[in-house]
Structure formats: C-alpha cells, structure tokens
C-alpha cells in the first residue's frame, strides 16, 4: 500500500496540470512506522537478558513500577470483598503526573478489566506482564505455589492474552517474575516469548507494611540515577503505598529526579 502511495504520488507530480483551476489533489501519506518497544539483547548463552538498573550517568531518572498481583486462586478472597486493586493510587499517580511503569498478572486484569483498560490506554503508562498467575518460576520462592517449566511460557502468553481480551493496548514485552524469583531455567523457558526480564535495584518495602513514611524513606534512602523501583498496586497487601509516594514524588523531584517509564531507562542504553 505504501508502495503504491508513492507511485500514485510520482506520477501526479510528472503528468501534466488539468486544465482546471482546481488544485491537484495529493496523494495520502503513508503512516508513520510506530517503533518498536527497547529491549536489551539476549543475554549470556543466549538466555532471556535481566534488567534491574539503568544507566547511573547522564541525568537522574528514576522509575516507579507497581505490581499490580493476584495469583490464580485468590478468586475466593476477590468475591469476598478483598480488594487487590487500588484505584487511589492509581489516582495520584495521575494527579502528581508521575510516568509508571505497571506489571500486571492477567488474572488481575480479569478482575479489574475496566481498570485495566483505564491503565493501559492512558499514556502516562505503560502495561508490562506479571505472569497469568503469580506462581513461581523457582521451587522455592516465599511460599508461592511453582509453576512447572513446561508451563512458563505459556503462562506468560495466557498474561497476554488477558491484556487483549480486557482492551490492554500494547502491552509491553517486559517480564517480572513472581517473587522476583529466577534461575537459569526459567531464563531459558522465556526465551521464546522474547521478553526482557525486569527485575529492580531499589525494594520499596510496601507489601504488608503498615508505615508509610518507613516505606518512603527506604526508597529515599535507595535510589541512585537509574533506579528501578518496585512497590505494589494491591489494596489488601499493600495499603501503605499511596501514602507513600505522595512522600517519595515530590521529595526527589526536590532532588532533581525526573519519573520515566522502565522503555525509558533500556532504552537510554547500557548500564555503567
């Protein structure tokens, strides 16, 4: 079609003016390619690459990514009136006008799917894969149940796969494990979904915290040019957070930090 556009366009621009004191019509212009999201590089052996921190020089930027979890059974607890989403934050996250960066598992999205939508269509962030389940990739990973290898990249797919049904637009190729939790095999397992695993260097200590300003200070106290954040957009589990960040955005904005999404920070190149 592009190609064609072209053509029709050259031969207007050859062919002689109609005798008409109309102006030639032009040709429509193709779409502008939308560039693909950065992603890093496989990483040794091949393996799916882990990013945790970007680059410590050339400006302070700093992202906040929020986990929004719901492993697969906790539709129980869901139906009971627990609350594992957190529009507030949400909310404040939009009033301070702070880039997030947000790592949902699909069976949130399936619960929430007009908050999903909301999230996913709004430009100040963007949507990356927590896994369908929240189960897992390791044996041993803070008492989550363990999904089985065979089963790992399908379990990031079913993610996907919910993102689309609920309206998610363009999900990012972006992978956080359950836990935080890794080994050699899981990085393998990813390989053919071709995302990049993002871990994080700064924990804000949000999940069952009960002090908001404790919480605030250890991200303040943590982060550097370059930070990856993790908190959590989980009413039940993590109630502290909106408090929070209504301490830690203006306080390193103070400091000089601006608030990108993680494509910023891989995008922005290798880390130093």
């Known amino acids: 079609m592009a190609a064609a556009c072209l053509l029709a366009a050259a031969l207007t621009a050859c062919a002689p003016s109609p005798p008409s004191r109309e102006a030639p019509r032009s040709a429509p212009s193709a779409s502008p390619a939308v560039p693909s999201p950065p992603t890093l590089a496989p990483g040794p052996a091949g393996l799916t690459p882990v990013f945790d921190h970007g680059p410590r020089t050339g400006g302070r930027t700093v992202a906040l990514t929020f986990d929004a979890d719901m492993t ?7 139906a009971a009136g627990e609350h594992f989403d957190h529009p507030r934050l949400i909310a404040t996250l939009r009033a301070l006008k702070v880039p997030s960066t947000v790592f949902m598992t699909g069976r949130w999205a399936e619960e929430y799917p007009d908050q999903a939508r909301s999230i996913g269509r709004d430009p100040l962030f963007e949507v990356a894969n927590h896994s369908y389940s929240h189960y897992a990739f390791t044996g041993d990973c803070y008492g989550l149940p363990a999904v089985s290898g065979d089963r ?7 993610a996907y796969a919910a993102f689309r049904k609920v309206g998610v637009r363009d999900p990012m190729p972006y992978f956080r494990f359950p836990g935080g939790c890794y080994d050699r095999q899981a990085l393998k397992a990813l390989v053919p979904a071709g995302v990049t695993a993002v871990q994080w260097d700064v924990v804000g200590g949000d999940a069952f915290a009960t002090d908001a300003d404790a919480v605030a200070r250890q991200v303040l106290d943590g982060v550097r040019p370059g930070s990856v954040v993790v ?3 989980t009413r039940s589990a993590a109630p502290t957070t909106e408090r929070a960040v209504r301490r830690i955005v203006p306080e ?9 999404k993680v494509s910023e920070l891989i995008a922005a190149g290798g880390r130093d």
Do not use: K, T
């Open 152 to 158: 790992m990249r399908a379990d990031v797919e079913r």
């Open 231 to 233: 908190l959590h957009c």
């Open 252 to 260: 390193l904005r103070r400091q000089g930090y601006r608030f990108v």
């Open 72 to 78: 697969a059974d906790q539709g129980p607890r869901a």
